[in-house]
Structure formats: C-alpha cells, structure tokens
C-alpha cells in the first residue's frame, strides 16, 4: 500500500535526508588516491551518529556497513573494504539515515582524481538522469513515466539502464511501496499523488545492463565488467512539482 506524507512526515524525512546529504559532502571532501571506503565508511557512520540520526544500512537485512560503495563495475551494494581507491576510479556511495522513525537515502558516483573521458561522460549521463526523472514528477503523472523518460534519455546517449534494481517508496520504513523502475513497464503505472516520497534511483552502465553476483550476496557488477554509476535523490511529490529532501536551508 502507497502511504501518503503528513506535513509532519515530511520534516522529519527533510532532517533526515539533510544529514545524508551533508555525509555525503563530507565524504566527497575525503576523496582521493590511497583512501580506502571501509576509512570512509568509519567517517559517515560517526557523522551520522553525531547529527543525531542511525545509519539506516548497517545491519538492514545482514548488511554490514553504513555505506555501499560500489566502486568501478560494481552497481550496487559495494561492501566497503580495505582496497585503497586508485586515481582514475569511480566510487558510487549510497547512505541511508533513519532520524525519529523516518529514512533518508541518496547516491552519487564520484571522481577520484582525473578520469578518463568514457567515465566522466557515463556520470553526466546518470546524473542527467535522474533530473530526466525529475521533470516527470508531479501529481496526476504516472510512476512509469519515470522510467519510460530515464530509459529513453539514457538508451539515445549509448547506455544502458539496470534492470535487476529499482528505486523505491520510503518513509517510517527504507523500503516501502512503490517500486520506482528505471524502465519502460507495461501499463500506465500508478498515479502520483501529493504527498508520496519515492527514492528514484537510476543506475546506468556503458555497457550491457547484464549484472552478476559477488560471492558474499551483497555486490552486484556489471557481468561485462563495464563502468557503472549511480545516482539517487529522495523525491516528495507535491503540487508543485519535485521536492527533493534535504536540500531546504
């Protein structure tokens, strides 16, 4: 069942959406050559825990760290580890927050050092995206105009959209309904309706969308092994459009 946010809600999904934004500025600070994501795990869960809020991934469902860090070819669910980041990757970092009984969740891919130009466009195109998906967030719009605007935008620019992985309703639990898809599904889709929060999500390769599973059940890869990226936002639908959570001053 798709809830619908109270205004009161929607505060306290704002503050915790805040702490994950300001995490994630923090960690892109600490980027570079010879850092490794279980340094930069260990600072956003003492960030988040100094702003008042709880990691939302650590422990969700056995996951055993605060961030995903999905590193290269790895799309989503990177367990953080001790392998330093080398100049020329790209880190996608997914941090979720709970703060009074509500969540926060968003991504960004990041550069670390110079990048070679295959890479940086791949980040462009993901991140325009997700401003694709954006546009088409309003009331009386429907959930699979989402994905059929993210498929197209990203299918005409070369890519390719992750299929095994969608974004998601989110509220005073991390995972609630609807699914968010990424892609063209039959039918018009659910409605959107004032006061839903859904966390929309693209995940883009450039290559296949085909994805193939680490060993520890966690680390989904491009099964190519091409680059992949990944950006998220959590969106509230309201009359006026988009209202993306923890931006407010």
Same mark, same amino acid.
């Given at each position: 069942?798709?809830? /619908? &946010?109270?205004?009161?809600? /929607? %505060?306290?999904?704002?503050?915790? @959406? =805040?702490?994950?934004?300001?995490?994630?500025?923090?960690?892109?600070?600490?980027?570079?050559?010879?850092?490794?994501?279980?340094?930069?795990?260990?600072?956003?869960?003492?960030?988040?825990? +100094? $702003?008042?809020?709880?990691?939302?991934?650590?422990?969700? #469902?056995?996951?055993?760290?605060? /961030?995903?860090?999905?590193? @290269? %070819?790895?799309?989503?669910?990177?367990?953080?580890? %001790?392998?330093?980041?080398?100049?020329?990757?790209?880190?996608?970092?997914?941090?979720?927050? +709970?703060?009074?009984?509500?969540?926060?969740?968003?991504? $960004?891919?990041?550069?670390?050092?110079?990048?070679?130009?295959?890479?940086? =466009? *791949? *980040?462009?195109?993901?991140?325009?995206? *997700?401003?694709?998906? !954006?546009?088409?967030?309003?009331?009386?719009?429907?959930?699979?105009?989402?994905?059929?605007?993210? +498929? #197209?935008?990203? &299918?005409?620019?070369?890519?390719?959209?992750?299929?095994?992985?969608?974004?998601?309703?989110?509220?005073?639990?991390?995972?609630?309904?609807?699914?968010?898809? @990424?892609? #063209? $599904?039959?039918?018009?889709?659910?409605?959107?309706?004032?006061?839903?929060?859904?966390?929309?999500?693209?995940?883009?390769?450039?290559?296949?969308?085909?994805? &193939?599973?680490?060993?520890?059940?966690?680390?989904?890869?491009?099964? %190519?092994?091409?680059?992949?990226?990944?950006?998220?936002?959590?969106?509230?639908?309201?009359?006026?459009?988009?209202?993306?959570?923890? !931006?407010?001053?």
């Amino acid at each position: 069942m798709v809830t /619908l &946010k109270t205004q009161e809600e /929607l %505060d306290l999904m704002e503050r915790a @959406n =805040r702490i994950v934004l300001e995490v994630l500025a923090s960690l892109e600070r600490r980027l570079r050559a010879g850092v490794t994501t279980r340094e930069l795990d260990a600072h956003a869960e003492a960030s988040i825990r +100094e $702003r008042g809020g709880r990691p939302a991934f650590l422990g969700y #469902r056995g996951f055993p760290a605060t /961030l995903c860090t999905s590193v @290269n %070819d790895v799309i989503v669910h990177g367990i953080p580890s %001790d392998v330093p980041l080398e100049d020329g990757d790209i880190v996608s970092i997914d941090c979720g927050v +709970e703060f009074s009984g509500y969540y926060g969740d968003a991504a $960004r891919t990041y550069r670390v050092g110079a990048v070679s130009e295959q890479a940086a =466009r *791949l *980040l462009e195109v993901t991140r325009r995206a *997700l401003d694709v998906a !954006l546009d088409c967030v309003a009331p009386g719009r429907s959930l699979h105009d989402i994905g059929r605007a993210v +498929e #197209r935008y990203v &299918k005409d620019r070369g890519y390719s959209v992750v299929r095994d992985f969608v974004g998601h309703g989110i509220g005073s639990a991390l995972h609630e309904e609807p699914e968010v898809p @990424n892609y #063209r $599904r039959r039918g018009r889709g659910i409605e959107l309706r004032s006061g839903m929060v859904l966390a929309i999500e693209p995940m883009v390769t450039a290559g296949s969308r085909a994805v &193939k599973m680490d060993g520890d059940g966690w680390t989904a890869r491009t099964k %190519d092994g091409s680059l992949s990226a990944h950006f998220e936002h959590s969106v509230a639908v309201t009359e006026a459009g988009a209202r993306v959570l923890g !931006l407010a001053a």
